[in-house]
């Protein structure tokens, strides 16, 4: 009877953290629902909209981004469209919904881990997390793919030390469909297999139900590799873009490291060090008896992921952004909730109230840093690019549909926005053999063309061959204009 008492509060409190998250996700959602899409949700979204209409099959934007955007986002995406779905149920659904998801994924990983009390706290510190508040309400892969790594964590930790077929398939299906939103998420693979090296040593490359369950969980992966072979010739043709991108930058991309007080603010960057630094001096005494002992692989998990993340940016990539990091979540919030556990139990001992409520206070007050900073990110970035979008979707509505747009950096919105063909400009900007055939031109000052494009411009509405059809401002004395639509005449 007491279990069954202990059990339902432990439901409720778990139940109120994911109706918390869930409100404050709809409110900021309200708070920033026109906001317009930033280049990469456009590229997905061009992506999108091509595998419906094949109006820019040929267009060389479309082909480039095909070959470096993973597949799975811009067919979901497009899925939705077909269905009748807009841009607030694509965010819906692949974002704001997988972002709830998450919060119960970190509780489980967390309760697997190191227990339910380190799960509840853990998962009160993800529904405020202020970067998955932000990235949740925008049509972008990182959150969607965040719920499948967390997925794909889980069921490893469920499966690492027997194997079992269902979990460890589980864990390996979730991995490949996150790696099909990020291709980047792959190295957590790299994670998985040197964990589990250390676990079962030379046995493991032996073990049937490793090779078995891997190879059904990657099933996805396969797929995809054959339509690639198919189409392009090769396994990953992504993979030499990214290969001349890392080889371009000589130096190593050493502030990646800092992205984590940017992410996790004061005070929970003060408690994720604090945990990082205990689960590290755990393991050093424990040397020699870690295989026997689970709290002790976990914490080396832990480490071994941390680890080959950050070896992965730092010196192979040589390049990151907070977002990239997302495939730490469940340590972003358990390390810390670690250090809590430390401090509750190092003042208990002197008066039990007290130890709870210094940790109460930090768990508050790392909710509301973290709440504060989405608030004031989302407004300022609330109006980014908006007279792009306004640009092209007055194109939308008030030219023939079949217009032709051209114009710098215009290709996602013309795809996206606009839903008209486009006109490639010459790839040197040299316009001496250009000939326009475009019926609108867009000239904006938000992406800054170059200036042999505005010189181009310029010249051809001093002939008389452009003149503006329709002007937007970043000010509402309209004194700076940001995006001119021009009409050939």
Same mark, same amino acid.
Do not use: Q, R
């Given at each position: 009877m007491k279990k069954s008492i202990f059990e339902d509060k432990i439901k409720m409190a778990l139940i109120a953290i994911l109706v918390f998250g869930t409100i404050i996700r709809f409110y900021f959602f309200n708070l920033v629902k026109n906001q317009a899409h930033w280049w990469d949700s456009l590229a997905y979204g061009s992506l999108a909209k091509n595998m419906i209409y094949h109006m820019w099959d040929n267009l060389p934007f479309i082909m480039n981004e095909s070959i470096i955007r993973p597949p799975l986002f811009p067919l979901i995406w497009s899925l939705i469209l077909r269905a009748g779905g807009s841009d607030y149920t694509v965010i819906l659904l692949t974002n704001i919904l997988p972002s709830i998801i998450s919060i119960f994924l970190v509780y489980l990983i967390g309760k697997e881990m190191y227990g339910?009390?380190?799960?509840?706290? $853990?998962s009160v510190l993800a529904s405020a997390s202020w970067i998955h508040l932000f990235y949740s309400v925008r049509a972008m892969t990182d959150i969607p793919s965040l719920c499948?790594?967390?997925? =794909?964590?889980?069921?490893?930790?469920?499966? +690492?030390? =027997?194997?079992?077929?269902?979990?460890? !398939?589980? =864990?390996?299906?979730?991995?490949?469909?996150a790696v099909l939103f990020r291709y980047s998420h792959a190295v957590i693979a790299f994670a998985y297999v040197a964990f589990l090296i250390f676990v079962h040593k030379g046995s493991l490359f032996k073990n049937k139900k490793f090779w078995?369950?891997?190879?059904?969980? $990657?099933?996805?992966?396969?797929?995809?590799?054959?339509?690639n072979l198919i189409a392009y010739g090769s396994l990953l043709p992504a993979t030499a873009t990214y290969a001349s991108s890392a080889g371009e930058k000589g130096a190593f991309a050493w502030y990646t490291f800092g992205f984590v007080t940017h992410i996790l603010r004061f005070p929970l960057i003060f408690l994720f060090y604090?945990?990082?630094?205990?689960?590290v001096t755990k393991l050093a005494f424990s040397y020699g008896f870690i295989s026997k002992d689970k709290e002790s692989?976990?914490?080396?998990?832990?480490?071994?992921?941390?680890?080959?993340?950050?070896?992965?940016?730092?010196f192979v990539i040589k390049a990151a952004e907070d977002r990239y990091l997302f495939g730490l979540s469940s340590l972003?919030?358990?390390?810390?909730?670690? $250090?809590?556990s430390y401090i509750y139990n190092f003042l208990s001992p002197y008066k039990k109230e007290v130890a709870a409520i210094?940790?109460?206070?930090?768990? $508050?007050?790392?909710? +509301?840093?973290?709440?504060? +900073?989405?608030? !004031?990110?989302?407004?300022?970035?609330?109006? !980014? +690019?908006r007279q792009m979008k306004d640009a092209f979707e007055w194109i939308r509505y008030n030219t023939p549909e079949d217009s032709v747009v051209t114009g710098d950096w215009a290709e996602p919105y013309t795809i996206f926005y606009a839903e008209r063909a486009f006109q490639i400009l010459p790839t040197d900007l040299n316009f001496s053999n250009f000939t326009l055939e475009a019926d609108y031109f867009v000239l904006n000052a938000v992406h800054q063309p170059t200036q042999k494009i505005h010189d181009y411009?310029?010249?051809m509405v001093e002939n008389g061959r452009l003149v503006p059809a329709k002007v937007f401002f970043f000010d509402a004395d309209q004194r700076q204009p940001a995006v001119i639509v021009y009409s050939k005449v």
């Open positions: 339910f009390k380190v799960g509840l706290v $853990a499948f790594i967390l997925a =794909s964590v889980y069921f490893f930790i469920k499966s +690492y030390d =027997s194997l079992s077929i269902k979990p460890w !398939t589980f =864990s390996v299906f979730f991995l490949a469909l078995l369950g891997g190879l059904i969980g $990657a099933i996805p992966l396969v797929l995809f590799v054959i339509i604090g945990g990082l630094f205990l689960i692989k976990m914490h080396l998990f832990n480490i071994i992921l941390f680890a080959v993340v950050f070896f992965f940016f730092v972003f919030f358990i390390l810390p909730t670690l $250090a809590l210094v940790c109460l206070i930090l768990i $508050a007050w790392s909710v +509301y840093a973290n709440l504060s +900073y989405a608030n !004031t990110m989302m407004l300022e970035k609330k109006e !980014t +690019y411009v310029n010249s």
